[in-house]
């Protein structure tokens, strides 16, 4: 203590009542930082010392750092100098601690002088700490420039250029480290550094260096890109480059190998971030304390200043804190965006690293593991958890930093106000919990809200996959009235939210209010007297204390979320992954035989297999005991009933299924045609290719061999003919030869093909099998076939039995006993394959020419979907104000005003209580106030209830505006689509549709109300700056015309591009989500292809361009928001200076009083953020009103004509009777006609079969009957009726049919078959027992079982057969049957047609069919061909007749 003494005799030790003392201030921060620094090169000197390769300084940067460190010392000097003629005038020894402060401070910079021109030494000092060191050790001389306010003029500017000089010097070592970083390629620095230039090590570094620091410091990398932004629409080409380490695959392989790292124990997603990313992560925490301890240094530079008005002082301190208060806000700048960028970038790298991790995952996890997960679950995985895990990134930092500010900030609050702050800080503090109960009933209200909006878009995507269907039985408005009441609960749980968001808006808006009313009320009551200096630095303080603390409660909810997120995504993660290589090639044991693998393909040894994960202890066997051997080179086909097994034997043998016991050998590659065949959006030569290099012969020769080389003639664009998603605009018989192609070109060892012969005609399914199954591109190869083809089965080397899960029989078709296994083909067809000769002339003859030319007339029913889909058109420029406008009827044009008007209303309060304020300190100062204390409090008490009074009523205007802007939207769009021709929908994608119902309904529902008010605050809030600017400092008006000029110029300049990054971003993304969907539909074939790594590839692909769009979007950002936080900077350089000159007494202008100066500078620093702000929020307006305007492009569709003239009874038709007459029918004007001139007759009760070829017109005949398209021609008749001018929706709802595609929806199965609850469970039974079901129904828990999913607990025979049960539950005169038997083996389809000929005795029955059977028992056959009735008459005379088209078709089906 006596030490201490002796060293600082006159002065405290720490603090002195203003501030630091400044003994603390020359001994720890001066005298201890520098030793630090000595201490740390020396050091670091020696280690260097042991290093074989010192960096090699160029000249340039070694004369940098001498000139730096030159001046620093002639500073040094001069302030010993300065020191020591001090202490000779006043004849006695100076302090101590002063000595030991310039003394150390000479050496610091000698040192550094010294070594900067010793060979090897200039190397340590760009060592990265070091480095590091020279930016901390900026801080120590902040205090400096504050210690007293009677420190001289000349001792103040020494320590504001000792300040500048390290400055300078710490950012100059951090440039020359991070270009070696560049030479080296380190990863860490090369992202910052400009793309395009290439580093080069024996370049001169001077001016380079500079540059290159410059455009990192401005962001002036992103200016080619703006440059083209202004002049034309952006392409992707014209995006930033991304660097290495923020490539998706670099990202991917790194979170990969932190996370293969634990396989040892239990991964963890969040070990393996913080493993990949958590030092990167703690550097820019250090940047972030910079920052936030930076922002502190304003409020305290602005308290001296204001001090120094209220003084009276004309000395240069003045203009010392004036310019110190810019300069500080310059700093600020420039840390908070390269803290921002850095964050940024980090965000970018996790983002990518999980997505693809999270795709990798899909490709290598199998169909029984990932049961466990949803679809719709996997798909938030991608969408929303990935989101919330990288949100994690920002709320870990203000997990510290938020305490850290609001400490720092309530101690100064103490010490300006003693414990009068706790009364305003008790104010927001009482409000947390309040905001925070509010926040977890918002919590609970989105939740239940998020959960009807699942089912909503669930029901609405059910509604536009199967449209047509439900158009075809009349239940578009049954659904959309189930869709409308899961609307309603989701708005009922919307306008909670938003009610209760309007809550937290107005304690949010009023706190500022109540916090000067509360702290500034209780000062005075406490007799202390309030001066500008105190009030308006509490002002500031408080603007940086009720952020963090509003913030707080939603920062740990985001951590909370991160943490669910994180666990969850951790769960899916943690899937086995089933190994696709483990097959064994060794002898394996086969029926009690060892047998060598080298001639077997396939061997199944007593395997039993489940479709449940392998976590699940309980179970139920889809296969038990399996034991099958199949030689190579071998053809194997699999029968069996509806349900028996068969795909799921498939797979097992590709390990898709979780294998109980027993197992499975493959031998070779493998390929799959699923039994519903996946294709993936893109060209259709894409579809073939799946990753393979392109060769032109083989790829004719398949094209050929699978019947599509005619097809392809026929798109256009040919083979890159853009396929939809799903294959939307192909058939379902060139679905299935697209994929069988896709399989044959591969050229796999094993083909596992699923039905691929039931969706195409007798002709092409004949051709296939011999030209393409068994022809020569097959050679020696190993099929596995499921099929009910009849001809298939016996061209087999094995048949193999299925029946309930078990293998009955299995062997060769020639073997004596298998005709007994047989029960469920067809005797006819069975003899008439056998009568059939097997001459590979014939089968040439029916492959050949015939079908290439019949094929050509598919045009009619296919080839119009190339030239309809349209390309969704990308908007250009600004939103047009038509779009406002609209947005503000759907509200309301009364709210809108009123709303508009208390936000006015409310900021003038605003002003007026600050006013107010300033108006109080300056007559209170002045000893001049004719007012008691209490007279002051009532009017800020006024102005604080009237501004609280408008808030309130602002906050719920919007959100009522907001949410019957919500309602009105949704109403409007869902009742054009549902009135909208089936055309629409031909011509526009579901997914588009969809985005519009989901994504831009959501915009429109919680986004655009939200960023519109903030857009309004914003506005009105920038409004009141600039008004109260202009009054209280005249002579910023003369800034205020170049000061618009310029902000507009940035503005168009950013928006121009801005703009064009959002819409980017929205088509960037679309994409991924896509081509994800897909993965989860078509994982089982990409892995049976083995072509994980190339759509791993290709999804990288995606998110590459989608990182491209965002990393330029955020230096975009960056950009504007440091010049806007640079032009705010000189607005308050300006006002302070000026503030300044008005103090000269000599000059004839007064600024304005101590009140009103300090009322602008406080108005004059949030200006930045208001600026960004507002920018921010209108061009985030404009996107948002982009789902407005998507939306409103769906309100002009055309309507299906609903209304007619001929008004029927419930009992019509009642005879059933049908007539065309001379029908013509196009589906566009520029295409064929899809039927020509068709007439015919059909009585009621009669029994008609429809036949012909792919296109041949077939379903035209439906489509016209129920009214899907518009007839060009003639009249269709239903008992004497044209039904033209019967309402439409009464029209199809009299008629039953059964569609080509199952229709299943979620719900109960009783639901299903009778939605609208007309029939009895007996009847309902019986039906059910007719189609063949009842045993399955009564198995998975009878008619309230829970169907999910489009009813994938059945097999797609099985739902074809509930379709029916549904058709003949209809009590209608006319039922229409559209290859209802299809998928379900012969025996069943055969028990169906009895049934359906014993219900439907009465009624007038349309069967469309491929298989011959089903028509054999009708009463008349119709053959169309090119779209004109070409044949018709009974099916046994026409049998008869050798040269009628029909018996044509029976002998070449042979099925």
């Not at 000092?125 to 801080?139: Q, T």
């Not at 305490?403 to 720092?408: K, L, S, Y």
């Not at 070829?1253 to 239903?1278: C, D, H, M, Q, Y």
Request: with cysteine; hydrophobic share 45%.
């Amino acid at each position: 203590m006596e030490f201490m003494k002796f060293i600082c005799p006159d002065s405290p030790y720490v603090w002195n009542g203003d501030g630091i003392s400044e003994c603390f201030d020359n001994l720890v921060l001066g005298f201890g930082a520098s030793m630090v620094t000595l201490a740390m090169i020396f050091v670091l000197g020696i280690i260097s010392r042991h290093r074989k390769h010192l960096r090699r300084i160029p000249p340039p940067a070694k004369i940098v750092i001498s000139i730096v460190a030159a001046f620093g010392a002639c500073l040094a000097f001069f302030e010993v100098i300065m020191l020591l003629r001090t202490s000779l005038n006043a004849q006695s020894s100076s302090l101590f601690h002063e000595w030991l402060y310039v003394c150390s401070q000479f050496t610091v910079w000698v040192v550094v002088l010294i070594m900067s021109w010793c060979k090897g030494w200039v190397d340590v000092l760009c060592n990265d700490i070091l480095c590091f060191w020279w930016i901390v050790y900026i801080f120590f001389w902040i205090p400096r420039a504050l210690v007293s306010s009677e420190a001289q003029p000349i001792r103040r500017m020494e320590d504001i250029l000792g300040a500048t000089t390290v400055f300078i010097f710490g950012i100059s070592m951090n440039v020359i480290r991070m270009k070696f970083a560049s030479n080296v390629n380190s990863s860490m620095v090369e992202p910052l550094l400009p793309y395009g230039i290439k580093v080069d090590e024996s370049q001169s570094m001077g001016s380079g260096v500079f540059h290159k620091t410059w455009c990192l410091m401005t962001f002036k990398m992103i200016d080619p890109v703006m440059r083209i932004g202004v002049i034309k629409q952006l392409n992707f080409e014209d995006l930033l480059q991304l660097p290495l380490d923020m490539s998706p695959s670099s990202c991917h392989n790194l979170l990969s190998r932190m996370w293969d790292a634990q396989q040892r124990s239990q991964p963890s997603l969040f070990k393996a971030i913080c493993s990949a990313y958590g030092w990167p992560y703690f550097c820019i925490g250090l940047l972030k304390v910079l920052n936030d301890s930076l922002g502190f240094a304003g409020p305290l530079l602005l308290n001296r200043l204001i001090s120094f008005l209220q003084q009276g002082s004309t000395n240069a301190d003045g203009y010392i804190l004036a310019i110190s208060l810019g300069l500080v806000s310059v700093l600020k700048s420039f840390l908070d965006t390269q803290y921002s960028f850095r964050l940024a970038q980090l965000r970018l790298k996790l983002r990518s690293g999980i997505m693809t991790f999270i795709y990798r995952k899909c490709l290598y996890v199998n169909l029984a593991e990932r049961s466990k997960f949803s679809e719709g679950e996997i798909q938030t995985f991608m969408s929303v958890d990935v989101d919330r895990v990288v949100n994690l990134c920002n709320s870990v930092h203000d997990m510290w930093s938020l305490p850290f500010q609001i400490g720092v900030a309530l101690f100064l609050l103490y010490q300006q106000v003693k414990f009068a702050f706790v009364a305003g800080v008790a104010i927001t503090v009482l409000l947390i919990p309040v905001n925070k109960w509010i926040a977890n009933l918002i919590a609970n209200a989105t939740k239940s809200m998020m959960e009807q909006k699942d089912e909503r878009i669930r029901r609405t995507a059910e509604l536009l996959t199967y449209i047509r269907t439900l158009k075809m039985y009349g239940w578009e408005l049954l659904f959309s009235r189930w869709l409308m009441k899961t609307r309603a609960s989701e708005v009922k749980y919307l306008s909670v939210r938003k009610y209760l968001d309007a809550w937290c808006v107005f304690f949010w808006a009023t706190t500022p209010t109540l916090f000067s009313l509360f702290t500034f009320g209780f000062y005075s009551l406490m007799g202390y007297q309030l001066d500008a200096a105190t009030v308006f630095t509490c002002l500031a303080l408080f603007n940086n204390l009720i952020s963090p603390l509003n913030s707080f409660p939603w920062v740990i909810n985001g951590l909370i979320d991160a943490a669910i997120s994180t666990k969850r995504l951790n769960r899916y993660l943690s899937c086995y992954e089933s190994d696709l290589r483990a097959d064994d090639t060794s002898r394996i044991v086969y029926d009690g035989k060892k047998i060598d693998c080298k001639e077997t393909a396939i061997a199944v040894h007593d395997a039993s297999c489940t479709w449940s994960s392998y976590d699940e202890n309980e179970f139920d066997l889809v296969l038990e005991h399996v034991d099958l051997h199949v030689p190579k080179g071998s053809m194997v086909a699999i029968i069996g009933e509806v349900g028996s097994g068969k795909s799921s034997l498939l797979n097992m043998i590709l390990h898709e299924t979780r294998l109980i016991n027993g197992s499975i050998r493959v031998t070779g590659s493998r390929t799959y045609v699923p039994q519903v065949p996946w294709i993936m959006s893109g060209t259709l030569r894409d579809n073939i290719l799946l990753g393979k290099d392109y060769d032109p012969t083989r790829y004719t020769e398949i094209l050929q061999a699978c019947t599509l080389d005619v097809d392809v003639l026929l798109m256009v664009g040919g083979d890159n003919a853009c396929i939809g998603e799903k294959g939307i605009n192909l058939s379902g018989g060139q679905r299935a030869r697209l994929a069988l192609a896709r399989a044959l070109y591969h050229g796999s060892d094993v083909f596992l093909l699923d039905d691929v012969l039931s969706a195409v005609d007798a002709h092409v399914a004949r051709s296939i099998l011999h030209d393409a199954i068994l022809g020569p591109l097959m050679n020696r190869k190993t099929v596995v076939l499921c099929t009910h083809n009849v001809q298939a089965i016996y061209t087999a080397d094995i048949v193999v039995v299925l029946d309930r899960g078990h293998v009955k029989w299995v062997g060769s078709p020639s073997d004596s006993s298998f005709a007994s296994y047989l029960s469920f083909l067809s005797p006819n067809e069975f003899n008439a394959f056998c009568d059939e000769p097997q001459s590979s002339e014939k089968v040439t003859s029916i492959s050949g020419e015939s079908i290439k030319v019949l094929e050509v007339d598919r045009v009619s029913d296919t080839i119009e979907t190339h030239d309809i889909i349209e390309v969704e058109a990308r908007k250009e420029g600004r939103v047009e104000s038509k779009v406002y406008k609209e947005y503000a009827a759907f509200s309301g044009w009364f709210v809108a005003g009123v709303t508009f008007l208390s936000a006015i209303l409310m900021q003038a309060s605003r002003n007026g209580n600050d006013l107010w304020l300033s108006f109080w300190v300056d007559t209170t100062g002045n000893n001049r106030s004719e007012y008691s204390t209490m007279f002051y409090l009532a009017v800020l008490g006024i102005f604080c209830f009237v501004n609280s009074s408008l808030t309130l009523l602002r906050a719920f205007s919007f959100a009522y505006g907001g949410l019957r802007a919500a309602v009105r939207v949704h109403d409007r769009l869902l009742h054009n689509l549902i009135d909208a021709p089936i055309s629409f929908f031909d011509q526009t994608p579901s997914g588009r549709i969809l985005n519009r119902l989901s994504s831009d309904l959501y915009m429109i529902d919680d986004s655009l109300p939200f960023i519109l008010n903030i857009l309004l605050a914003n506005f009105v809030g920038l409004l009141g700056i600039l008004v109260v600017l202009s009054i209280v400092q005249a002579m910023f008006l003369l800034l205020l015309v170049p000061f618009w000029f310029i902000y507009s110029k940035l503005q168009f300049y950013y928006r121009s591009t801005s703009r064009e990054l959002r819409r980017l971003d929205s088509v960037s993304r679309s994409p991924i989500y896509t081509s994800f969907t897909e993965m989860l539909d078509g994982s089982a074939t990409v892995r049976a292809f083995d072509s994980t790594d190339f759509f791993l590839f290709r999804f990288m692909h995606h998110v590459e361009i989608y990182q491209r769009t965002s990393y330029t979007e955020i230096i975009a950002s960056l950009w504007l928001s440091l010049r806007l936080q640079l032009l705010a900077a000189f607005i308050v350089s300006f006002v302070a200076v000026m503030a300044i000159v008005g103090t000269h007494r000599h000059i004839p202008l007064n600024f304005g009083t101590p009140g009103l100066v300090g009322l602008a500078l406080s108005y004059a620093s949030p200006i930045v953020s208001m600026l960004g702000s507002f920018l921010t929020s209108f061009t985030e307006t404009e996107k948002e009103m982009v789902s407005v305007e998507r939306v409103l492009q769906y309100t002009d569709i055309p309507r299906e004509k609903l209304t007619g003239e001929y008004p029927v009874n419930p009992n019509w038709p009642s005879k059933g009777d049908v007539q065309f007459q001379n029908v013509t029918l196009r589906y566009m004007p520029s295409l064929p006609p899809a039927l020509y001139d068709v007439s015919f007759s059909i009585p009621g009760g009669t029994r008609v079969g429809i036949v012909g070829r792919t296109g041949a017109g077939k379903s035209s005949i439906l489509n016209v009957l129920f009214r899907l398209n518009p007839i060009s021609g003639g009249r269709v008749l239903v008992d004497g009726l044209n039904i033209a001018g019967v309402p439409v929706r009464d029209l199809r709802s009299s008629i039953a049919i059964v569609p080509q595609s199952p229709l299943l929806f979620e719900g109960s199965l009783r639901a299903n078959l009778d939605p609208f609850g007309t029939s009895s469970d007996e009847k309902i039974w019986n039906i059910i027992e007719k189609c063949c079901l009842k045993e399955e129904i009564e198995t998975v828990g009878g008619l309230d079982v829970h169907v999910r999913e489009s009813g994938g607990m059945f097999s797609v025979g099985q739902r074809q057969l509930l379709c029916l049960a549904r058709a003949l539950l209809k009590s209608s005169k006319i039922l229409c049957l559209d290859e209802c038997t299809a998928n379900v083996d012969i025996q069943t389809a055969s028990k169906l047609q009895t049934a359906i000929s014993s219900d439907c005795e009465i009624r007038t029955t349309v069967t469309i069919a491929h298989r011959i059977s089903t028509v054999m028992v009708m009463d008349e056959i119709f053959v169309l061909d090119r779209g004109m009735l070409v044949e018709r008459g009974n099916p046994e005379a026409l049998m008869r007749d050798e040269t009628s088209r029909f018996s044509s078709f029976a002998r070449a089906s042979a099925m």
